[in-house]
Every structure is written in C-alpha cells, then in structure tokens.
C-alpha cells in the first residue's frame, strides 16, 4: 500500500512481521461498516488471508449481520446448528469433554463442495486458560516457495475433495466412541467426491495457491494409490512448514475472519479440564479455478 493511502485509512491494520495474519482494531463490528470502511476491511483481508478483530462482543444477530456485510451465509453441512440460528455454529468443547477437540486435522472449510465457502468467522466466547490456539497455514507462499519445475506438474492437476473421511458412514465421527457436546451429522452424503483444480487462482488477489488438505482431499486424479499418496505427503508436509504457519492465540470476543480459497486452519487441543466455547459462521464462495 502507499504511503498515501495508509494515511487516509481509517482502520488500523497491525501485519504479523512475514505479512501473514493481521490484527484490525479501530472498528466497532455491531454497527454496519460504511462502505469505504467495509472496503479496507476486505482489502486487509485479501492482503493478508487471516484477520482478527479484538474486543468485539458480538451478539447473535450482530456476528450475522456483520457475516451478510462480507457475503451471503455459506451452507454448513453435517453439524447441527445452534437452536434458532441456521447460519451460526457452535464450537463448544466442555471441561469434561474426552473426545478429540473439533477441527484438529489441516483442512478448509468444506472443500468437498461444489462452491466452498470462501471466509469462516469464528467468533471466540469462552476461551481456555491454556491450548486452544488455531493454526493457520499460507498456502499462496507455500505455493510460491515450490521450484518451477514442481510448479508446472502441479498446475493442471486435479484433486478429488470428500468429507467421507470426518463425516462418512465409516468416518471418524462414526467411530468415535467419547461422547460430544457438538451434535455431528454422520451421513452417506459425505461419501460424494468432488474434484477441483490442485493449485487454484485467488478470484480477488490473482495469486496461486495449493488447494489440497488431509481431511478432505482423498487423492489426485489420473494417478495410481502410490503416486497419489506420495505427492500429498509431500505437499502436506510442505504446506504446514514453521515458516508457513500462524500460530493464532485467542482472547475473549474477538472474531478472526480466514480465506478458505489460500489457507489451511488446524484446531490445536491442549485445554483439557476448560472450558472453550466459539461461534462460527461462513461466507458463500465461487467454483476453484
Ligand atoms: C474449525 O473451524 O475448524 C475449528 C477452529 C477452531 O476451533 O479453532
């Protein structure tokens, strides 16, 4: 950005040091932002893919309506969402609570759809003493940082989504034998595949970025088991290197927005005996290209 236009900003935007994730303060979100204000929030959030917002006790109806001021509500399948509230999930994980914390695999939010969400929200109510921290991945650098040789075998590859591995009838959930306060819809729907392009181009910033993720894409058409395996191995472990990752500390009320369509999140346990209690809309997204 100019120096020009940094100064005429009217939101406060803190960049973690390798650009990656920024803290935006400033702002009241239970108000509708003015467009020219609502712009800059977008910009900052296609600059740098994860934003957060600290001190936002957000109601119900106010976490909605700022959701509808990025874009229309995503569709959320396979949890039970809260009472009353179609759009709005709850992430709520009970001191007792046994079975393994919500969301702790790499992934993107419903890559298995035809049209994935291309934001989550994820508004923090209850936050542990220790752990729950959530991982996020930059899957454009991760992208960049790969030889132009590798580069060129990606780019045209397709990878097959699936949410049969969490949600299937088989799934983890199915199996799962620790009771869970969140109410998760095991069903034969999750066995659908769906394909998207390996590498994919950011609809707003032109960039490339890996599309794949452990949870949810099975394998890469045209290639044997073997192949297939081997080259996500490689991807996965490529994509979640230190230098990629933002490790996301929270604090009560604070709402972080991410961009499903360049990163990968990953839910970190560690808070046994506390209470952790999020809610968590998404925006509706375009087809991967
Ligand atoms: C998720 O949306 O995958 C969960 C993130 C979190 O609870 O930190």
Excluded at 164 to 184: D, H, S, V
Excluded at 198 to 214: D, M, N, Q
Excluded at 229 to 256: C, I, S
Excluded at 260 to 276: E, I, K, V
Aim: glycine share 8%; net charge negative.
């Amino acid at each position: 950005m100019s120096q020009a236009a940094a100064r005429t900003r009217r939101i406060e935007v803190t960049p973690n040091a390798n650009g990656f994730g920024a803290a935006i303060s400033g702002l009241d979100l239970s108000k509708p932002l003015p467009p020219d204000v609502l712009a800059e929030v977008k910009q900052a959030w296609a600059d740098h893919a994860v934003v957060w917002f600290p001190d936002q006790p957000l109601s119900h109806d106010e976490l909605e309506a700022f959701t509808l001021q990025i874009g229309p509500f995503g569709h959320d399948p396979f949890i039970k969402p809260m009472e009353g509230r179609p759009h709005i999930l709850e992430l709520r994980r009970e001191p007792d609570e046994k079975a393994r914390n919500f969301g702790a695999g790499w992934h993107s939010d419903w890559s298995f759809q035809e049209q994935p969400p291309a934001a989550t929200l994820l508004h923090s109510k209850v936050t542990p003493p220790v752990g729950g921290d959530t991982l996020y991945a930059d899957c454009t650098r991760a992208y960049d940082a790969l030889s132009a040789t590798m580069k060129r075998m990606l780019d045209g590859l397709v990878a097959i989504h699936t949410a049969a591995l969490p949600y299937g009838t088989k799934g983890i959930f199915a199996q799962e034998k620790e009771e869970r306060t969140m109410k998760i819809i095991v069903s034969k729907e999750a066995e659908k595949t769906c394909p998207h392009p390996l590498v994919r181009t950011h609809p707003v910033t032109g960039r490339k970025a890996l599309y794949v993720s452990p949870v949810y894409t099975s394998h890469i058409e045209g290639m044997s088991p073997d192949e297939s395996a081997a080259l996500l191995g490689f991807l996965y472990t490529h994509m979640t290197k230190d230098e990629f990752v933002y490790r996301h500390r929270w604090q009560p009320n604070m709402l972080t927005m991410w961009d499903n369509r360049c990163t990968l999140h990953f839910a970190d346990g560690g808070y046994d005996g506390h209470l952790r209690v999020m809610h968590r809309t998404t925006v509706g997204g375009d087809t991967p290209v």
